[in-house]
C-alpha cells in the first residue's frame, strides 16, 4: 500500500471509513459505498489499487459468485493473500472495495459484470479472465448478448497478453473467446441451449452430437478442451481423472469448481493442492444454506433466470422434498416475467410444488400451462407451515431470495 499515490490513499481512507459508516447504520455490508467514495476521490483509483497484483476476472450470466468464490479458494493454496468481492459486488465500485480491504494480497479474484469486462480488462490488466457462459437474463434478448461477446471479442484481441479460460460447451462463449491469444479451454457443459440455435459467426444453424456442436456452414466449431468434467469428475490437463467430491450440490457447481481448477493451474497449483480448498466451500452469499425454520429444514436456491432455474432444478433433493417456488419482479429481478414462459416446469411434475412472491399467479398460470399441481401461498413462512417437518427445498429470484433471507435468518 506504501507505493500507492497519495491521492490514491486518501481515497481508499475515506472509502473504507464510508464502508465502515455503512456497514454501522445497516444499509448494506459496505463493500460499495466505500468503493463508490472513494472512485470519486481518485477515479483512477481501480488502476492503481490493481497494479502489480495478479489479477483473475469471473464473468458470465450464471455462478459468477460461485466460481469467484471457488477460485478464490483454489488460488488461496498457493498459501497468500486474495482480495476477491465475495458478496457480488460486480461494478468497479465493488471491484476497488474488494482490492483497498486487501492492500497486501498479491492476488485478486475479481467478479465482473459481463458488461463491464472490457473496461475492468483494460482498468486492471487482468493475467487471467474466465468466462463461464452466456444466456439471455430477464432483461436481455439473444441480440444483446451477441453484442456482449463481440464486445468481448474486441477486448480480447486489444489485449494478448490476457490469458482466458472458457468454457468450451457454449458456442457463444467459444466464439467470444476465440480472438484472445491464449485460450485454456474446458469442457464445463451446457445444459441451456435456447441462447444458441445459431453461429454467432455466420448465423447458421449449429449442429449437435455427442462430440459437441459445429456450425454447418462456417469452420466455427467447439474447440478441444484441457480440462474436462466428466459425471463427478475432473479429468485435468494432463489426464489425471479425480472425483470432485464438492460439498456445494448440482452439476453447475462441478463444472465451476473445474473452471476453477483450471484458473489456479495457470498460477502453479496443482489439484491436489487445489481441490481440498474447494470441497471446504459449503455456501456462496446465502446459496446452498441451510436454515432452521419452525421445525423444518429450508434450503435457499437463487434463480435469476432461464438458464439458472434449469441448474437449480438439477440441484432439488433427491429423496423430492416439497419445493417453494417464490417470484418477484422488481426492478433487479425485471419487471416481465414473460421469461417464465422459457422455463419447462414438467420436471417439478410428482413433487409438491408451492407457490409464493409478488407475481405467483403469474407463476401459477405457466405451472397450469405445464400441467404441474400447485399451491398459492402469501409468504414463505405460509408456505413453511403447509409441510410437514423435514426439508423444503426453496427456488426464488433476485428480489424474492433476498426477502426470504431476510425472514428466515442468515445463520447456518
Ligand atoms: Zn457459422
Known amino acids: 500500500m506504501g507505493k500507492l499515490p497519495i491521492r490514491a490513499r486518501v481515497a481508499t481512507t475515506i472509502g473504507g471509513a464510508a464502508g465502515k459508516v455503512s456497514r454501522l447504520t445497516g444499509r448494506g455490508d459496505g463493500s460499495v459505498i466505500g468503493g463508490v467514495v472513494g472512485l470519486r476521490v481518485a477515479p483512477d483509483l481501480l488502476r492503481q489499487l490493481a497494479a502489480g497484483r495478479q489479477i483473475v476476472l469471473v464473468t458470465g450470466t450464471n455462478g459468477k459468485t460461485t466460481t469467484t468464490r471457488l477460485v478464490t479458494a483454489a488460488v488461496g493454496s498457493l498459501g497468500q493473500g486474495v482480495a476477491t468481492n465475495a458478496f457480488g459486488a460486480n461494478m468497479e465500485s465493488g471491484l476497488v472495495s474488494a482490492l483497498s480491504s486487501a492492500p497486501e494480497a498479491p492476488y485478486a479474484v475479481l467478479e465482473v459484470d459481463e458488461r463491464h469486462l472490457p473496461a475492468m480488462i483494460r482498468a486492471t490488466s487482468p493475467r487471467v479472465v474466465v468466462l463461464l457462459n452466456l444466456s439471455r437474463d430477464q432483461m436481455d434478448r439473444a441480440a444483446e448478448i451477441w453484442l456482449i461477446a463481440r464486445r468481448w471479442r474486441e477486448a480480447f484481441s486489444e489485449n494478448p497478453h490476457v490469458r482466458v479460460v472458457a468454457n468450451a460447451d457454449d458456442p457463444l462463449i467459444a466464439w467470444a473467446a476465440g480472438s484472445a491469444a491464449s485460450v485454456t479451454w474446458v469442457a464445463a457443459g451446457q445444459r441451456w441451449h435456447e441462447d444458441s440455435w445459431c453461429c454467432p459467426d455466420c448465423g447458421s444453424h449449429l449442429r449437435r452430437d455427442e462430440l459437441g456442436w459445429r456450425c454447418g456452414e462456417c469452420p466455427l466449431s467447439r474447440p478441444?478442451?484441457?480440462?474436462?468434467?466428466?459425471?463427478?469428475?475432473?479429468?485435468?490437463?494432463?489426464?489425471?481423472?479425480?472425483?470432485?467430491?464438492?460439498?456445494l450440490p448440482g452439476r453447475a457447481n462441478r463444472s465451476n469448481a473445474v473452471m476453477a481448477l483450471a484458473v489456479a493451474s495457470?498460477?502453479?497449483?496443482?489439484?491436489?493442492?487445489?481441490?481440498?480448498?474447494?470441497?471446504?466451500?459449503?455456501?456462496?452469499?446465502?446459496?446452498?444454506?441451510?436454515?432452521q425454520r419452525r421445525g423444518r429444514t429450508l434450503r435457499l436456491l437463487l434463480a435469476k433466470n432461464p438458464a439458472g432455474w434449469l441448474e437449480a432444478f438439477d440441484v432439488l433433493g433427491a429423496h423430492r422434498p416439497p419445493v417453494l417456488l417464490a417470484v418477484n419482479a422488481q426492478g433487479p429481478d425485471g419487471r416481465d416475467?414473460?421469461?417464465?414462459?422459457?422455463?419447462?416446469?414438467?420436471?417439478?411434475?410428482g413433487r409438491r410444488v408451492l407457490v409464493t412472491g409478488e407475481r405467483k399467479t403469474d407463476l401459477a398460470v405457466r405451472l397450469e400451462a405445464d400441467g404441474i399441481p400447485f399451491e398459492l401461498f402469501d409468504n414463505v413462512d405460509a408456505a413453511v407451515d403447509a409441510v410437514p417437518p423435514g426439508d423444503l427445498d426453496i427456488i426464488a429470484n433476485y428480489t424474492a431470495f433476498q426477502q426470504i433471507r431476510a425472514t428466515v435468518g442468515r445463520s447456518a
Open 266 to 291: 495457470l498460477f502453479g497449483a496443482d489439484v491436489d493442492q487445489a481441490l481440498p480448498e474447494l470441497r471446504k466451500v459449503v455456501s456462496v452469499a446465502g446459496r446452498y444454506t441451510s436454515v
Open 224 to 247: 478441444p478442451a484441457r480440462w474436462v468434467l466428466d459425471g463427478d469428475n475432473v479429468i485435468d490437463d494432463v489426464g489425471m481423472v479425480r472425483d470432485l467430491g464438492l460439498m
Open 337 to 349: 416475467t414473460s421469461w417464465l414462459w422459457d422455463v419447462d416446469y414438467r420436471v417439478l411434475a
